[in-house]
């Protein structure tokens, strides 16, 4: 059974930061892109950062709107992807996924539950 376990979401004060944590089971990890995408109430869900499979460099992806403010990272050994986000803003405030995609000719694809992060003073 596949599991994408996100934490590390709550309240943050405006330019505070926050880390989100995503450990993933039941999928062979390192050959998985690994994303973070974000949902706002009204909005559609968009992609927030990903870093690719370990076979294709590992490679980082980010939202113009999170660029030099976030930073996405993994580690294979432990099946976990982070997203350390730093000068967080309100409009940042969002529900959080954490998203496995496989792109190697087999195509599958897995979402966590979601964690709420609210920047607000």
């Known amino acids: 059974q596949v599991q994408l376990v996100e934490s590390g979401g709550g309240l943050v004060q405006p330019g505070g930061p926050l880390r989100l944590s995503c450990v993933a089971s039941?999928?062979?990890?390192?050959?998985?892109?690994m994303g973070w995408y974000r949902q706002a109430p009204g909005k559609q869900r968009e992609l927030v950062a990903e870093?690719?499979?370990?076979?294709?460099?590992?490679?980082?992806k980010y939202a113009d709107s999170v660029k030099g403010r976030f930073t996405i990272s993994r580690d294979n050994a432990k099946n976990t992807v982070v997203l350390q986000m730093n000068s967080l803003k309100p409009e940042d405030t969002a529900v959080y996924y954490c998203?496995?995609?496989?792109?190697?000719?087999?195509?599958?694809?897995?979402w966590g539950q979601g964690t709420q992060v609210t920047v607000s003073s």
């Open positions: 998203n496995a995609d496989r792109r190697d000719g087999v195509s599958l694809n897995f």
């Open positions: 039941g999928i062979t990890f390192r050959v998985y892109a």
């Open positions: 870093i690719a499979e370990m076979n294709s460099g590992g490679f980082t």
